[in-house]
T-cell receptor
Framework: KAGVTQTPRYLIKTRGQQVTLSCSPI?????VSWYQQTPGQGLQFLFE???????NKGNFPGRFSGRQFSNSRSEMNVSTLELGDSALYLC?????????FGQGTRLTVV | AQKITQTQPGMFVQEKEAVTLDCTYD???????LFWYKQPSSGEMIFLIY??????QNATEGRYSLNFQKARKSANLVISASQLGDSAMYFC????????????FGAGTRLFVKA
């Protein structure tokens, strides 16, 4: 079966800009979760969407937001980018007993 | 609050030998799931194995097995017959049964396989 697709793979943005990342889950999975991975903080949970509704949220500021469409594809938006937002952003497509990740989007804020 | 602990920052293993990566967890939810992931230098997170808290038997997937000791709250990953391609970061993760699929991750263990 097709895997989880994240676009773009790499992104360079300037401080103050905003960015939108996309994630297409595995067919049949209704849950999409987003994670931020940095060398200092490790993997941190951002939020989870299930059937177009945000079901869980991590401890990130309101600059981080997301949404999910009726086809389960999800987008994550970060506004007013800061240098500290530079990270690998991973999305996971989940069912009850499995969770597959995309290849991630590596965001660099300069 | 849920918590995952991986106490081994780095591990070395000789090719073709078995290795155990430690993971302990803490949760008050009787229903939970435990995951192991492999992250090579490319950054992709590769799903290896899943164990549900009510599963009676330890999960196995090919060369990977999960040594689940519920009373000790441990979920160690055993990799048999290590291969050079197993060199990577390994993450233990937990998802509680209530309220969705929020998953928390341990700090990871970097495994080095020696030829």
């Amino acid at each position: 079966k097709a895997g989880v697709t994240q676009t773009p793979r790499y992104l360079i943005k300037t401080r103050g800009q905003q960015v939108t990342l996309s994630c297409s889950p595995i067919s049949g999975h209704r849950s999409v979760s987003w994670y931020q991975q940095t060398p200092g903080q490790g993997l941190q949970f951002l939020f989870e969407y299930f059937s177009e509704t945000q079901r869980n949220k991590g401890n990130f500021p309101g600059r981080f937001s997301g949404r999910q469409f009726s086809n389960s594809r999800s987008e994550m938006n970060v506004s007013t980018l800061e240098l500290g937002d530079s990270a690998l952003y991973l999305c996971a497509s989940s069912s009850n007993t499995e969770a597959f990740f995309g290849q991630g989007t590596r965001l660099t804020v300069v | 609050a849920q918590k995952i602990t991986q106490t081994q920052p780095g591990m070395f293993v000789q090719e073709k030998e078995a290795v155990t990566l430690d993971c302990t967890y803490d949760t008050s939810d009787p229903s939970y799931g435990l995951f192991w992931y492999k992250q090579p230098s490319s950054g992709e997170m590769i799903f290896l194995i899943y164990q549900g808290s009510y599963d009676q038997q330890n999960a196995t997937e090919g060369r990977y097995s999960l040594n689940f000791q519920k009373a000790r709250k441990s979920a160690n990953l055993v990799i048999s017959a290590s291969q050079l391609g197993d060199s990577a970061m390994y993450f233990c993760a937990m998802r509680e049964g209530r309220g969705g699929f929020k998953t928390i991750f341990g700090a990871g263990t970097r495994l080095f396989v020696k030829a």
